[in-house]
C-alpha cells in the first residue's frame, strides 16, 4: 500500500475500500463457489473416493482452493461490514482512529490479495507456467537488464508462494544474462 492511501482521511478510503468490493463482487460468484465446495465435500465423501489416489488429489486440493476463498470472501466481507461501524465511532473517540487505521490497511492488502487471486482464476491458472527472459539486442546493458527482469519476476513468484526453478541461464559476457 502507498503512503499515499494512508495519507487519505479515513471516509475516502472506506469509499475506496467499497468500490473495490463492489468490483470484486461483480466477479464473484458466492453461491456458485458454495454450491462447487458442497459437490467437491459430497464427491469425497463416496465410498471408495480414495482408491485412484490422482484423482482423490485433484478433488481434495480443488476443495481446499474452493474452500479457502470462500471464507478469506465472508471474513473480509465481514470485516468490512465492521469496519464501517469502527469508523463512524472513530469519529466520536478520536482514540479509535488508530484502530481504524490498522483494520483499514488490512482491509485493503486482503483485497489486493483477493483481486490477485481473481487475475488467477482462469481455467489454466492452476498449473504451471514457463517464463522466458531474454537480452535480445542492446549488449551489456540488455544482458543486466534482463538478469534484473528475471530476478524480480523469480522474487514476485517467490512471494506469492509459488514454486520457482530456473531451468537454465547463459551469462553475459560482461554482466547481466
Do not use: C
Not at 470484486?24 to 463416496?46: K, N, V
Not at 471474513?75 to 461501524?85: G, T
Not at 492488502?109 to 517464463?131: C, I, K, M, N, Q
Amino acid at each position: 500500500m502507498s503512503d499515499t492511501q494512508n495519507r487519505q482521511p479515513i471516509p475516502q478510503r472506506l469509499t475506496a475500500i467499497h468500490a473495490a468490493l463492489d468490483l470484486l463482487r461483480g466477479s464473484f460468484d458466492e453461491a456458485a463457489l458454495q454450491a462447487r465446495t458442497e459437490e467437491l465435500e459430497a464427491r469425497m465423501q463416496a465410498q471408495g473416493f480414495w482408491d485412484d489416489q490422482q484423482t482423490a488429489a485433484k478433488v481434495s486440493a480443488e476443495h481446499a482452493r474452493a474452500t479457502r476463498r470462500l471464507e478469506g470472501w465472508r471474513s473480509l466481507v465481514a470485516e468490512i461490514d465492521d469496519l464501517d461501524a469502527l469508523a463512524e465511532l472513530a469519529e466520536e473517540d478520536p482514540s479509535v482512529t488508530g484502530e481504524v487505521e490498522d483494520t483499514l490497511s488490512v482491509a485493503e492488502t486482503r483485497l489486493a490479495e483477493l483481486e490477485e487471486a481473481r487475475l488467477f482464476s482462469g481455467r489454466y491458472d492452476a498449473g504451471d507456467a514457463l517464463v522466458t527472459v531474454n537480452a535480445g539486442a542492446g549488449g551489456t546493458d540488455a544482458q543486466d537488464w534482463a538478469e534484473m527482469v528475471l530476478r524480480m519476476l523469480m522474487r514476485w513468484a517467490e512471494q506469492r508462494g509459488f514454486q520457482v526453478e530456473m531451468l537454465e541461464a547463459s551469462p553475459g559476457e560482461e554482466a547481466g544474462i
